[in-house]
């Protein structure tokens, strides 16, 4: 692991906050960690293109960028006092953020936590093609088609990890493809 | 080195003292919020004071403070008020910030109360210089209103309060957007009410940006003894114990003299500190290895230090 990698905190509910939510790119929250009496963004659907009904204090959103698209318009709507805790991917936890941010949201506010799949975002870094859910150490870009090692730097402002050519040196020269970001996490 | 151009008064008690460089040349450029040390020449010792720039962040051909006569001074504003005159040389020490705007915010709510509006006349000039957000309240007692009221000149974004029951702090926080950041500056007892309400407001502490003042206040005297020195000082009831490692010419590390920077801890090998700062944590102040010389003084006669 590479010093920049961001370290990311255990799920918890911060006491000091007036108003709380919970935003997932998960369908729901695992039992143990699941906050019925707080307000919970997930995502989850019926059927194609269809977000499943809200329940309780849940509200379901067909897709992340669904659920993206709705975040900003309620942070301005929100006042001092706000928490906002981000649980899923990596990518999702900074799309969240950079959202936040933008809103007004900073340090001792938002709160991530890395859950479920290991799986990357990936920048080419060569034509700026982001790559979703990358399982394997190298990725064909499907962009430009450059055969793409996926580095352990990952950019916060991107949500992405950095993807570079492998085979620089001697074209076609590629590495053997191994599926490394797939395990689920907790 | 800074010659006394002008002083004026505001009233009564608060005068504007504008220094302009002795040799003809310019202050550094200094950013809102930022003090300045007045090395202040008394009969019989010098005063260091901070005092907060109230001239126009950047501008370099003068700097401005505005001293507020204290009712119990050590001698500092005392002798500012009483003796100086214009044409005066006064050492002041290079500008530093430890009260910067931050200008991620999308809004800015100052809050003040008596003196402490100091910074935020600098604040006033940077904001609107660039059009940013921001709402003022300020606190003063009804006597000292008309010099506020010239000094800040109320706009629908500038309220002057005479009286605790306009300033609705606990509703003034709660209704801020996510980007609003909130600065205080006034005495003691003005920070920890709206510190107190901003906590229970859920304010977090990164966008709460405060700035105490009044220093160091005299005590019971003690002996400071320096371990590496070998050398024991004695700190007298009306001087702090940095002033009294200055007297001794030992050439101690400091900046803000209010306790909240944190240059000048000094490492604690024997006697109990009594902290009166800022910037220590509980837990570092509980464990009374390290004290900070310009506010904190002792509860043993006698405190051993690594110097």
Redo the contacts between chains.
Sequence with gaps: MIKSRPIYTPFQIDP????HLVATDLAKLPDHIATPEIETWTVETIAPGIAAPAGGMTRAFRSVPDLLSHLSHR??R??????LYALGKEAFLWDIMNIARA???????VFLTQLGSLKRRVYCTHCKTMVEDVATNIVTCPGCGAHLFVRDHFSRRLAAFMGVMVDAEVPGEVPPVEEVYAAWHE | MARIKNIIALSPTIKRIIFEPADGNLFPPAAAGAHVIVSIPGPTRVWKNAYSLVSKPGKRAQYEIIVRRVTHSRGGSAWLHDHAEIGQMIDLSLPANLFPIDW???KHLLLSAGIGVTPFLAYLAALKDVGAAFELHHACKLSEAPAFEALLRPSPHITLHTSRNTLNVTEL????????HLYVCGPASFMDTVTEAA?R???????LHTESFGGATGGAPFKARLARAGITINVGPEESLLEALEAAGINAPCLCRGGACGECELPVLGGIPDHHDHFLSDAKRAANNAIMACVSRAKTPELILDL
Excluded: D, I, M, V
């Design positions: 000091a906050g007036r108003t942070l301005s929100e006042a001092a006092g706000f928490r809103a007004g949201l900073g340090s001792g506010e | 991620l915010a999308g926080l709660a209704r801020q957007k996510l980007n609003t906590t407001a859920g304010w977090p502490s990164a966008k």
